[in-house]
Nanobody, 124 residues
Framework: QVQLVESGGGLVQAGGSLKLSCAAS????????MGWFRQAPGKEREFVGA????????YYPDSVKGRFAISRDNAKNTVYLQMNSLKPEDTAVYYC?????????????????WGQGTQVTVSS
């Protein structure tokens, strides 16, 4: 079992940047592809991006492509989400998630483990 803990959220002005971290417990972190999701009030949880087990592949939806970047450090059991050029519509609770199914898929049902989330608020 893997436990995930996000950190790094906060309040930022539009156009600013934030870097989220997600620390995983256990010694099998490298077996999990990792994803980031977000959920705004009253909306469904939305896929933000994913990274493969080795970190060699990433995938992003058009809504964040070119602004967000995911990386991971398997030696530190940590995955990161660098967010640049933030917009007010990026405001949400951000979650990291891990899945044993290989690949950088966006299907939420494939993710086995979830963190508790961290709030990101972008002011206009």
């Amino acid at each position: 079992q893997v436990q995930l803990v996000e950190s790094g959220g906060g309040l930022v002005q539009a156009g600013g940047s934030l870097k989220l971290s997600c620390a995983a417990s256990g010694r099998t972190f490298s077996l999990y592809a990792m994803g980031w999701f977000r959920q705004a009030p009253g909306k469904e949880r939305e896929f933000v991006g994913a990274i493969s087990r080795s970190g060699s592949s990433t995938y992003y939806p058009d809504s964040v492509k070119g602004r967000f970047a995911i990386s991971r450090d398997n030696a530190k059991n940590t995955v990161y989400l660098q967010m640049n050029s933030l917009k007010p519509e990026d405001t949400a609770v951000y979650y990291c998630a891990g899945k044993l199914v290989a690949g950088t898929g966006y299907y939420i049902g494939n993710y086995d483990y979830w963190g508790q989330g961290t709030q990101v608020t972008v002011s206009s």
